[in-house]
């Protein structure tokens, strides 16, 4: 009995120990220890490819909106008295241009302002420009011509189409004459056909035949020439010499 107690204490103590052992850590060789440390230093991944770092932003965003903010702050709300000042205003500050129009009662100063913002306008969309100068520049009474001519330039049959759409008057004469001038360039037996047809005889229509006739005479001389024969007697004359053809320039020399 007393030697069986001695074995299980024995093998008891040996247990023990084994369990001690087993928790107790590995050693750890420094060399793997400090290359570990590097890698990680250095920011490499698993496969050992350099990582890139990720920046923070530092303010620099809220900075410049800020920035921002303040230069439009800086912009006045409203054009100067000058209407010289309120044009360059105008064509320095579109979007505050429009938004003072668009609140602004008739007046003179509106359409010096709305002359500006059409014009910039129509640089990129000219029939929008047109929609702007009848809702806001009244009082600019060649300002919508100039639009046409320029709508006619980029787009002729929608341009036309919005001339002939006009109730009949001098406005609209006025309108398609411009309309004429453009199409004269490039098919002026059409514009002779729009003058005729669609403008009321009187001096509007005289001057858009004219000018007709001095861009027909240019490309087509016996055309134009056969055309101003039918014009009557009080017209004809200035018909005949714009039709034409216009002999060259020559600079004397010395």
Same mark, same amino acid.
């Given at each position: 009995?007393?030697?069986?107690?001695?074995?299980?204490?024995?093998?008891?103590? +040996?247990?023990?120990?084994? =369990?001690?052992?087993?928790?107790?850590?590995?050693?750890?060789?420094?060399?793997?220890?400090?290359?570990?440390?590097?890698?990680?230093?250095? %920011?490499?991944?698993?496969?050992?490819?350099?990582?890139?770092?990720?920046?923070? *932003?530092?303010?620099?965003? #809220?900075?410049?909106?800020?920035?921002?903010?303040?230069?439009?702050?800086?912009?006045?709300?409203?054009?100067? $008295?000058?209407?010289?000042?309120?044009?360059?205003?105008?064509?320095?500050? #579109?979007?505050?241009?429009? $938004?003072?129009?668009?609140? $602004?009662?008739?007046?003179?100063?509106?359409? !010096? &302002? $709305?002359?500006?913002?059409?014009?910039?306008?129509?640089?990129?969309?000219?029939?929008?420009?047109?929609?702007?100068?009848?809702?806001?520049?009244?009082?600019?009474?060649?300002? =919508?011509?100039? =639009?046409?001519?320029?709508?006619?330039?980029?787009?002729?049959?929608?341009?036309?189409?919005?001339?002939?759409?006009?109730? *009949? %008057?001098?406005?609209?004469?006025?309108? #398609?004459?411009? &309309?004429?001038? +453009?199409?004269?360039? !490039?098919?002026?037996?059409?514009?002779?056909?729009?003058?005729?047809?669609?403008?009321?005889?009187?001096?509007?229509?005289?001057?858009?035949?004219?000018?007709?006739?001095?861009?027909? %005479?240019?490309?087509?001389?016996?055309?134009?020439?056969?055309?101003?024969? !039918?014009?009557?007697?009080? =017209?004809?004359?200035?018909?005949?010499?714009?039709?034409? *053809?216009?002999?060259?320039?020559?600079?004397?020399?010395?």
């Amino acid at each position: 009995m007393k030697k069986f107690l001695i074995v299980c204490f024995l093998a008891g103590y +040996v247990l023990v120990a084994i =369990l001690i052992r087993s928790e107790e850590p590995e050693p750890v060789d420094p060399g793997a220890r400090d290359s570990a440390a590097a890698n990680a230093n250095r %920011g490499y991944e698993h496969d050992s490819k350099p990582m890139r770092p990720r920046v923070r *932003p530092r303010g620099n965003f #809220l900075h410049s909106q800020n920035s921002s903010r303040e230069e439009s702050a800086a912009i006045p709300a409203s054009p100067p $008295a000058d209407p010289d000042e309120a044009r360059q205003w105008a064509r320095e500050n #579109l979007e505050q241009a429009m $938004a003072w129009l668009i609140a $602004a009662p008739p007046c003179s100063e509106r359409d !010096t &302002v $709305a002359e500006m913002v059409c014009a910039r306008v129509a640089e990129s969309d000219p029939a929008e420009a047109v929609a702007l100068a009848e809702r806001y520049a009244g009082g600019c009474s060649n300002l =919508l011509e100039n =639009l046409v001519h320029q709508w006619a330039a980029q787009d002729e049959p929608a341009a036309r189409a919005y001339a002939l759409a006009k109730p *009949p %008057g001098d406005e609209r004469d006025r309108l #398609l004459s411009r &309309v004429a001038l +453009v199409q004269s360039k !490039t098919d002026p037996l059409d514009a002779a056909t729009l003058v005729v047809e669609q403008i009321a005889p009187g001096e509007v229509q005289n001057e858009a035949a004219l000018s007709v006739l001095q861009q027909w %005479g240019s490309r087509d001389p016996a055309g134009a020439l056969a055309w101003a024969q !039918t014009f009557g007697d009080a =017209l004809r004359d200035r018909a005949m010499n714009e039709a034409a *053809p216009r002999a060259p320039q020559v600079q004397n020399e010395e």
